[in-house]
T-cell receptor, first 115, second 112 residues
Framework: DTAVSQTPKYLVTQMGNDKSIKCEQN?????MYWYKQDSKKFLKIMFS???????INETVPNRFSPKSPDKAHLNLHINSLELGDSAVYFC??????????????FGEGSWLTVV | SQQGEEDPQALSIQEGENATMNCSYK?????LQWYRQNSGRGLVHLIL?????REKHSGRLRVTLDTSKKSSSLLITASRAADTASYFC????????????FGTGTRLQVTL
């Protein structure tokens, strides 16, 4: 009954490869996110989608391409992987609409190691 | 850029003691949220405090918010070894398109 699930949890791949991380939420939320956590534990937003529409793209290299086939899914595809892409990638979601904001729910993370 | 700065970066206490973590931020916010991250795991939401609230409690957690100083604190009372984790504050900023901006985190170690 995981609310936000992402796969794979661990991914080790060679430089130059293309890989995807999938995310699904069963909370009925209309907004989904990808965050990146580096080795120093800094969490930084990458993308945000609302009702399948991209609303935030935080100067992420265009090798990263999010795709939202529907409101419940937000996948992250990475082309030509580089060593610096090694990080933990977190998917998250929340319901918009409350003026004072709502809780964001996170997945368990996908540990990407590029060798 | 990182919005919040957390203080201290690391904190080591004994079980039963209280742990206090502070967070400062820079812009106007709708709310501020605290999350916990156990080693190798995802982020778990702990508590949300809205910009018009000054204090909030949830179990052993007490959060304060001072919007005039742009700061918040998280107090964990009667800490347990299971509280060992990293704690992050995150601000839900006004005027931005629906995102949380995270602080740098405090690593809490609770020893027996």
């Amino acid at each position: 009954d995981t609310a936000v699930s992402q796969t794979p949890k661990y991914l080790v791949t060679q430089m130059g490869n293309d890989k995807s991380i999938k995310c699904e939420q069963n909370l009925g939320h209309d907004t989904m996110y990808w965050y990146k956590q580096d080795s120093k534990k800094f969490l930084k937003i990458m993308f945000s989608y609302n009702n399948k529409e991209l609303i935030i793209n935080e100067t992420v290299p265009n090798r990263f391409s999010p795709k939202s086939p529907d409101k419940a899914h937000l996948n992250l595809h990475i082309n030509s992987l580089e060593l610096g892409d090694s990080a933990v990638y977190f998917c998250a979601s929340r319901r918009q609409g409350s003026p004072s904001g709502n809780t964001i729910y996170f997945g368990e993370g996908s540990w990407l190691t590029v060798v | 850029s990182q919005q919040g700065e957390e203080d201290p970066q690391a904190l080591s206490i004994q079980e039963g003691e209280n742990a206090t973590m502070n967070c400062s931020y820079k812009t106007s916010i709708n709310n501020l949220q605290w999350y916990r991250q156990n080693s190798g795991r995802g982020l778990v939401h702990l508590i949300l405090i809205r910009s018009n609230e000054r204090e909030k409690h949830s179990g052993r957690l007490r959060v304060t918010l001072d919007t005039s100083k742009k700061s918040s604190s998280l107090l964990i009372t009667a800490s347990r070894a299971a509280d060992t984790a990293s704690y992050f504050c995150a601000t839900d900023d006004t005027g931005t398109a629906s995102k949380l901006t995270f602080g740098t985190g405090t690593r809490l170690q609770v020893t027996l």
